[in-house]
């Protein structure tokens, strides 16, 4: 990655980041406690569907700042706007439903900050002997965060903040700091979650990728011995999946009940109005009838969400996954006969399989 050469320097970025999100801290090395501040503008936030690597272009322009003066500056934003969250299981249309509350005209949206990564991995290490934050130092780190994303434009009236899937996991400490937050948590049953999930051709590589975190977090909350990773199947990988992002959703709706609310992707596009209400009701914004029919109507569900280019509708998506039942039977059979196997032997999971999720 590189940076547009500019007469733009470091002492120029924090200078202007307390008062406006065009400047953006994209990216935190914790190895040399340096934060990378980008150039950026409200068109960019709504057009980019991943603020991680994905956002830079020949244009980019950018320089790196001490994460202590960064932290200095933060402490000087003036009308902070409420943060709030959509957290989901992965594959459950959370882009959409940001993007949807991008029509609101009311949000600032900040679709999976890649710094929500790293406060993830930051919090997973408090403790070790190799971590390289101390307990206050990443209080340090997620105040200031909180305090940078909570920056918006004349006319928003919120910030919403869309995780990636896995970060679900850092839920309870990120909505603890900040009582003014409210989260969506997104997610399907088992069995759509899981043909939903080997529909896709990059899903393997995907699944294993998060794999050895999700398989830690979920073997640290269950007594007996899980088969190790490698010995899963594609399903039942996809199954350990499901069961460890929606055991990490169980915890955030039983620790923030009046601030949390689960919303169910396949009853949410049955049944959009009263889902959308529930949302906006939530993070304060208007749900008078026009604004939901607007919504419900609105051409962002017609596209692709993470890339807004191709064409994407409820139907199609009705289409895929029906392909992918007769095409990954066995393996949709494999994950779900290991969800089984587990949940006869513990009751926390046998309620996750059987809860509703909406």
Excluded: C
């Excluded at 994905?54 to 943060?83: C, H, M, N, Q, Y």
């Excluded at 993830?120 to 971590?131: I, K, M, P, S, V």
């Excluded at 200031?144 to 909570?150: A, F, I, P």
């Amino acid at each position: 990655m590189t940076l547009k050469r500019s007469s733009t320097t470091a002492d120029d970025m924090v200078a202007r980041l307390a008062g406006s999100p065009d400047v953006y801290p994209q990216k935190i090395d914790l190895n040399s406690l340096m934060v990378l501040l980008l150039q950026f503008d409200a068109g960019a936030y709504r057009r980019a569907s991943f603020l991680d690597d994905r956002i830079f272009a020949p244009a980019s322009v950018g320089a790196w700042a001490s994460f202590d003066r960064v932290a200095e500056a933060s402490r000087l934003v003036t009308d902070p706007r409420p943060v709030h969250f959509i957290f989901h299981t992965g594959h459950v249309g959370s882009t959409l439903v940001s993007r949807l509350l991008d029509e609101t005209g009311l949000v600032l949206p900040l679709r999976e900050p890649l710094p929500l990564r790293t406060l993830a991995e930051a919090h997973d290490a408090l403790g070790r002997g190799d971590a390289l934050l101390g307990s206050g130092q990443f209080d340090d780190l997620l105040a200031t965060l909180l305090r940078l994303w909570g920056r918006g434009y004349p006319g928003n009236s919120s910030v919403v903040v869309k995780a990636t899937s896995s970060v679900g996991r850092i839920a309870i400490p990120l909505l603890d700091r900040n009582q003014g937050s409210r989260a969506i948590y997104l997610n399907l049953r088992a069995e759509p979650y899981l043909a939903t999930l080997l529909a896709g051709q990059n899903s393997p590589a995907d699944l294993r990728g998060h794999g050895p975190e999700r398989m830690r977090r979920l073997q640290s909350r269950i007594g007996t011995l899980l088969p190790p990773l490698h010995a899963l199947s594609i399903g039942e990988l996809a199954a350990m999946s499901w069961l460890a992002e929606s055991w990490s959703q169980r915890e955030v709706l039983n620790r923030f009940p009046a601030r949390t609310i689960a919303v169910d992707f396949d009853q949410f596009l049955v049944s959009m109005a009263p889902s959308i209400d529930r949302m906006l009701r939530l993070f304060g914004l208007p749900a008078d009838a026009s604004q939901l029919d607007r919504l419900k109507r609105s051409p962002v569900l017609a596209r692709y969400s993470k890339a807004p280019e191709f064409a994407y509708s409820p139907e199609i998506r009705a289409e895929l996954l029906r392909e992918s039942r007769r095409r990954e039977g066995e393996e949709i059979r494999k994950g779900l006969a290991w969800l089984e196997r587990l949940a006869r032997s513990n009751n926390t999971i046998a309620e996750i399989v059987e809860a509703p999720n909406g």
